[in-house]
């Protein structure tokens, strides 16, 4: 088994890779250094051959699945399941950044916070259909997912928590999908799981068991690195950062809070287990603030004044 140490290096080499690729390719374009072809394709096939390896050591570790780990779930309300590890293993296409059993989500319809006094800037109603060339964007306001509350699925510590990253458009039509997937995808790639993941919180739910929420929106953050949180407790609210075409919440449980260096763990969640794609599930229950407190009074997450309640105690959805 590798050693955590190696595996950042590893991944570090994979990014160096991609960026001295680039670096070539852009001088030869602007003819400021002519380098022979083999010597641009050099950096390139070395990131090739890291994915590759680092793929059959996923494949190697995750051999035997292990047994799923039970969860709560992490939102309320109507959501269907998109890149789901109950239809193919790695869920994402791949192992990296921990992802082998991850799963996006997306809201349908209601608010999934109506009624519980927490305040979602998402449209109530029909998601959104993916569009094939109009509108090439659209606001995230336009998604009943954007603002959705996410929630503590166990009893944990948050050890890693950010979210200043922007909220971009949409990308759920053909040509911003493709500009994702091509150019976009690519550049966050070589800046690294932050850039991939974009606003993410991390919480270690002990026995070498993180729990991962990425794609949070900015700002929405109620918990920091150090805080303890009780199941059901409000973490953030769901975002549209890093690399997503759309708001959605991707989770997933990994034995490392490093994306770089985990490794998946398999999940399922409380009273429904692991939803298939496009299988629409829904969980009910009250919403958890501060020390476990049932929410009593209006609660707005997120912007420079983030509560009213009791204080805090510190397309397809494509995207990692």
């Keep these: ?21 680039v670096v070539f390719v852009l001088l030869d374009v602007f003819r400021v250094l002519s380098l022979s072809w083999w010597l641009t394709m050099l950096p390139a096939a070395v990131a090739v051959a890291v994915t590759l390896g680092v793929s059959r050591m996923g494949r190697a570790h995750h051999a035997d699945r292990p047994a799923a780990i039970e969860v709560a779930p992490p939102v309320r309300g109507r959501w269907s ?21 991850a799963i996006d989500v997306v809201a349908e319809g209601t608010s999934a916070a109506e009624g519980t006094g927490v305040v979602a800037e998402g449209k109530p109603g029909a998601r959104p259909a993916f569009a094939w060339l109009w509108p090439v964007v659209r606001r995230n ?49 070589i800046g690294g799981a932050g850039l991939v993941t974009g606003n993410r919180l991390v919480l270690d739910l ?16 109620q918990v920091r690195a150090g805080d303890r949180v009780r199941t059901g407790q409000v973490l953030a609210r769901c975002g549209n950062s890093g690399n997503s075409s759309e708001p959605h919440v991707h989770f997933q449980l990994m034995d490392h809070p490093d994306p770089d260096v985990a490794r998946g763990v398999p ?3 409380e009273g429904i287990g692991v939803p298939a794609n496009t299988e629409e599930f829904t969980v009910d229950g009250e919403l958890m603030v501060g020390e476990g407190l049932a929410v009593g009074e209006e609660l707005i997450l997120g912007k420079e004044e983030r509560t009213t309640a009791p204080s805090w105690p510190t397309g397809e959805a494509r995207g990692n």
Excluded: C
Aim: zero cysteines; hydrophobic letters at 45%; proline letters at 5%.
């Design 81 to 101: 399941a998109l890149n789901s590890p109950a239809d193919k293993v790695p869920s994402h296409g791949t192992h990296a950044y921990g992802q082998t059993y």
């Design 1 to 21: 088994m590798m050693p955590v140490r190696v595996r950042k290096q590893v991944m570090i080499l994979f990014r160096l890779s991609w960026l001295v690729f």
């Design 141 to 189: 306001r336009d998604f009943p997912a954007f603002g959705e509350p996410l929630l503590a699925v166990a009893d944990g510590t948050v050890v890693y928590a950010t979210d200043r990253q922007r909220d971009h458009l949409s990308r759920n039509s053909l040509p911003a999908l493709v500009y994702l997937m091509l150019i976009e995808s690519a550049v966050r790639e």
């Design 206 to 221: 002990g026995d070498s068991t993180y729990a991962l929420y990425a794609h949070l929106q900015r700002g929405s953050l």
């Design 267 to 269: 999940f399922r969640w």
